[in-house]
């Protein structure tokens, strides 16, 4: 048990902020209710994310982006979604020393806008379905900020889809669920249960709400993505209409599913333990640690040349970016093994004078905390 990590049995909502700093993931910012997501931190979110952007693009979405700032009257436009963002709004009145005729809000979603190009972009049937993914940060004012979990900016992407018909948009919808329990699954290993939402926590303005909600260590639910079927509501307020098959002007149904970096939160609570951070393997920015071992000269070329020896080894099964040596020589092993336990890293290999002279190294498992030696000719199928 790590000295800088309170236990799970002790504090757990201590635990986990511990974990975020031992594994340098995130801090907070001077502002409050936000926060700095520090390089190990981002690097989770960029493997999320390019996972995610190609299961969007290989179900025929396509990326763009749409502006931060909202003019207020659009928020207005639909009673039910005004209502349920109004309380969490930055709101911008003052641009270039002046006040301005329209007060601007920061982005808490992007139906709005994306709803206004909608209504000027589709003219027919043959413009659609539209598919559209967006990566962004967004603002909703919170009281109670967690790191990861409830913050004031967070990073997501949101999807925006516009089609002809209930049907199309209803289909639409339980795909982008499926895309979503798929990844929480089978890359983010973290079982979930798809479901729809009661009419009291549906998405303000939405006609249905379906969601993925993972179980904690705590024994509590962690709502990890959500996808709508919006119906023809915004569609009607913002006059997203086409001249459809029979020549009579229809209302386009859309709906809309995003994930944010909530994820990185479930992710920590899910796997990790009372040392720090564990990381899946296909998400872990760093697949496999390599440690040599040395006391001098001599044996720090000899372990970093048959370190660089399993990596290019290694590298024909994995990215060869996700395969790490660490050559620092300011550290002492052991402190080098700490640093890469708090860092979730899946696999580490140790590796010694000794290790070099048997043409093997020691393979170290994160999860289980299990140590075995592996010959060299079998490391790549062990790990």
Known sequence: MAKNITPRSEN???????VIKAGQLADYAPVKGCMVIRPSGFA??????????????????????????????????????????SPECAVVTIGGGKELEEPLVIRPTSETVI???YAQWINSYRDLPVLIN??????RWEKRTRLFLRTSEFLWQEGHTAHET???????TLKMLEVYRSFQEDDLAIPVIPGQKSEAEKFPGALSTYTVEAMMQDGKALQSATSHNLGQNFAKAFEIQFLDRNNQQ?????????????????????????????????????????????????????????AEKIKQRLAEHLDHLRIQIDDRDNLRPGDKFFHWIQQGVPVRLE??????????????????????????DEIADHV
């Open 12 to 18: 757990y909502s201590q635990w986990y902020l511990d």
């Open 44 to 85: 989770i979110w960029e493997a999320m994310q390019a996972r995610l952007d190609r299961m969007f693009k290989e179900t025929g979405h396509v990326n763009a982006y749409f502006p931060l700032l909202i003019p207020q009257e659009f928020l207005n436009r639909e009673a039910e979604h005004v209502e349920g963002f």
């Open 115 to 117: 709803g206004h190009m």
């Open 134 to 139: 967006q990566w962004a940060n967004v603002m």
């Open 166 to 172: 209930y049907e199309e948009a209803q289909e639409e």
């Open 250 to 306: 229809s209302l386009a149904w859309t709906t809309s599913w995003g994930s944010s970096t909530r994820m990185i939160g479930g992710l920590i609570m899910t796997h990790s333990d009372d040392d720090g951070l564990i990381l899946p393997p296909r998400i872990a920015p760093v697949a496999v640690a390599l440690v040599p071992i040395f006391s001098n000269d001599q044996e720090r070329t000899q372990t970093l040349e048959f």
């Open 351 to 376: 590796i010694g004078p000794r290790d070099v002279k048997q043409q093997s190294a020691m393979v170290a498992r994160r999860d289980v905390r299990d140590k075995k030696l592996v010959p060299l």
